[in-house]
């Protein structure tokens, strides 16, 4: 179970990092930016699966289909809910509602023991306060629970098929789905101006968003998802906020307030308690991945 937790822990913690890098590419075509952040990664990520031995897996159609689910709820659509509720709403309204997500998953769960719910809520109401209560309107709201289903469905679609593919395969395959649904979106939002030569700091910035972010977080999450439980896992969603925290002191952009400590406090704590009510039972249902290779 330990290196499940360092590996939740881990993975959450640097998605939560991108609110850092964000600003270095705010001025690039959005969609076409996300395109070109998951082309990069899912070049990585099959060239990695390549060098690991791992041959293509042929899919069943219920598998394809739970992999287009996967890359099209927990990715594209994501990504483009988060992108319209922060237009509408800021990222205040997105991020209160994202942290809801370990309560959600932790209901997902089946029977979840009680501290484990105790524990959710705990993370929730830290995300919450570290992410602020941020005034918004209704479109911004709608695009917020969009990104949450999104959010939900990267972790539930993906558990089918970690035990066959296992998960690089998985991170590969939905990273490269993604590629021309975002592109098709930012042909139809953006037009020709989707993509355009980066600055140097945008092309770091998206270097970053695609090798840690990305590839390194996606395979460390459904990594860790097998041996945790969704239930368990959702834990560490909370820490989202708290890598923004970080990120955002250690680049100078942004001094944590009170509400921000309290918050980071209070997620932490959440963990704890959730973490000593999980059973050896709450990652049932979910089979280890394969080991051979195939």
Not at 22 to 40: E, F, M, N, T
Not at 223 to 228: H, I
Not at 255 to 282: E, N
Request: proline fraction near 6%.
């Amino acid at each position: 179970m330990r290196n499940g937790v360092i590996g939740a822990a881990s993975a959450m913690f640097l998605v939560g990092t991108l609110a850092g890098v964000s600003g270095v590419i705010q001025d690039y075509p959005v969609y076409g930016g996300q395109a070109v952040r998951y082309l990069a990664a899912a070049v990585i990520l099959l060239l990695v699966t390549r060098m690991a031995g791992l041959r293509f897996v042929r899919l069943t159609a219920r598998e394809t289909l739970l992999l287009a689910g996967l890359s099209v709820l927990g990715l594209v659509i994501f990504n483009v809910c988060v992108i319209e509720a922060t237009r509408h709403a800021g990222p205040a309204l997105p991020g209160t509602v994202l942290g809801t997500v370990p309560l959600v998953l932790a209901l997902m769960s089946g029977r979840p023991a009680p501290r484990l719910l105790v524990g959710a809520g705990v993370v929730v109401a830290g995300a919450i306060l570290a992410a602020g209560l941020g005034s918004g309107d209704l479109p911004g709201l709608l695009w917020s629970l969009g990104a949450l289903v999104g959010e939900v469905s990267f972790s539930m679609l993906a558990i089918p098929l970690l035990p066959k593919l296992g998960a690089m395969r998985v991170s590969a395959y939905s990273t490269a789905m993604a590629v021309p649904l975002l592109a098709v979106i930012g042909l139809s939002v953006e037009g020709s101006a989707m993509l355009r030569v980066p600055t140097l700091a945008e092309g770091l910035g998206f270097a970053y968003l695609a090798v840690v972010v990305t590839t390194i977080a996606f395979f460390l999450w459904y990594s860790s998802l097998p041996k945790l439980g969704p239930g368990t896992a959702g834990l560490f969603a909370g820490l989202i906020p708290v890598g923004a925290i970080v990120t955002g002191l250690a680049l100078g952009i942004a001094v944590p307030s009170a509400a921000d400590l309290t918050g980071a406090a209070l997620v932490i704590a959440g963990i704890v308690v959730g973490l000593s009510g999980a059973r050896s039972g709450d990652a049932a249902g979910v089979p280890a991945p394969a080991t051979g290779r195939s």
